[in-house]
């Protein structure tokens, strides 16, 4: 089970904590405002009213333990810059900032926002699935409950040719397409449509298409 931790309990806040509690992550969230902290309560493993601004309020209210933490305030450029440097000083591993302009997004980056994002509601749900997908490096929603996702190589595939990994049939995945590192790291990876004969390389990407469940239970094996 993933801990992650949320700053923010805005619409995008909200909708986002509301995904991973119902993907089974260990969800804690915290906010300025009592009445969205109250509202969140129900939702959340834990639910804070804080000031993130401030690093040892973030530390008592285990933020320093989370896997991921995610700052999901964008208008007050002030929180959101302070609170994400907070959670990299705690040591937090992955910091997900939510940018509202290209400048602040450039900030971010420089604070050491290991992803910054500019979201809107929709896309909470997608994130989600991102930080709870374990090899899922991204992934995109197409239709209801169908998505296409860039996953590490399953252990279980690695050194095998496609048609021995047989994913399809064992999984109900489909592999797309493959990334491939070039000789020249300094290069793009290489775009492969793989045949069956072709082997999967364990440093290879794989971009697949299949149920939401499908690629999450793929990427957790």
Do not use: W, Y
């Not at 405002?33 to 639910?47: F, W």
């Not at 804080?50 to 450029?77: H, K, M, P, Y």
């Not at 197409?142 to 190589?153: D, H, L, M, R, Y």
């Amino acid at each position: 089970m993933r801990r992650v931790g949320i700053i923010g309990a805005g619409r995008f806040g909200m909708a986002l904590a509301q995904s991973l509690a119902e993907s089974g992550a260990e969800v804690l969230l915290m906010d300025r405002n009592g009445s969205l902290v109250q509202n969140a309560a129900s939702v959340v493993t834990s639910a804070v009213q804080g000031d993130a601004t401030v690093a040892r309020t973030l530390e008592e209210a285990g933020f320093g333990e989370c896997e991921v933490a995610v700052v999901a305030v964008g208008s007050n450029i002030e929180v959101s810059t302070m609170a994400t440097a907070n959670c990299k000083e705690l040591g937090v591993p992955e910091v997900i900032a939510k940018a509202t302009s290209d400048l602040h997004g450039k900030i971010l980056e420089k604070l050491g926002a290991d992803k910054v994002i500019f979201p809107d509601r929709e896309s909470a749900h997608r994130l989600a699935h991102t930080i709870t997908s374990h090899g899922a490096f991204d992934l995109l929603e197409i239709s209801e409950g169908c998505s296409v996702a860039e996953i590490n190589v399953p252990e279980s595939c690695r050194g095998k040719t496609l048609a021995q990994a047989d994913l399809r049939n064992k999984t109900g995945v489909t592999v797309l397409c493959i990334r491939r590192l070039d000789e020249n790291p300094k290069r793009p990876r290489t775009v492969i449509i793989p045949g069956p004969n072709d082997q999967i390389h364990p440093d290879d990407k794989l971009i697949v298409f299949g149920t939401t469940k499908q690629i999450d239970a793929l990427t957790g094996e």
